[in-house]
Nanobody
Framework: QVQLVESGGGLVQAGGSLRLSCAAS????????TGWFRQAPGKEREFVAA????????TYADGVKGRFTISRDNAKNTVYLQMNSLKPEDSAVYYC??????????????????WGQGTQVTVSS
């Protein structure tokens, strides 16, 4: 089992920044990649970014490229999402998730096995 705990959400003005953290514990050795997803009210959960533990390659959704950066600290078993130039449309509950097996698509929530509880990000205009 893997436990994921997100933190760092909050209320920020448009143009501001936030850094989200996702701390993992438990059986984390068998991890393909960690992803960040978000879900706004009335919308489906959508992919934001992902980072692979073997090599550290990263992938971003088109709408956050150049503004968001995903990174990891192996020693702390923690993945971060640095969010800059935030827009009101970035407001959502942000979830981190862990994908154990390299099957399915890293862009699909169904490919991930473990999820955190989510952290609210609200960007005011």
């Amino acid at each position: 089992q893997v436990q994921l705990v997100e933190s760092g959400g909050g209320l920020v003005q448009a143009g501001g920044s936030l850094r989200l953290s996702c701390a993992a514990s438990g059986r984390t050795s068998s991890t393909t990649n960690t992803g960040w997803f978000r879900q706004a009210p009335g919308k489906e959960r959508e992919f934001v970014a992902a980072i692979y533990w073997g090599g550290g390659s990263t992938t971003y959704a088109d709408g956050v490229k150049g503004r968001f950066t995903i990174s990891r600290d192996n020693a702390k078993n923690t993945v971060y999402l640095q969010m800059n130039s935030l827009k009101p449309e970035d407001s959502a509950v942000y979830y981190c998730a862990q994908r154990t097996y390299p099957s399915g698509s890293k862009y699909s929530a169904q490919s991930y096995d473990y999820w955190g509880q989510g952290t609210q990000v609200t960007v005011s205009s």
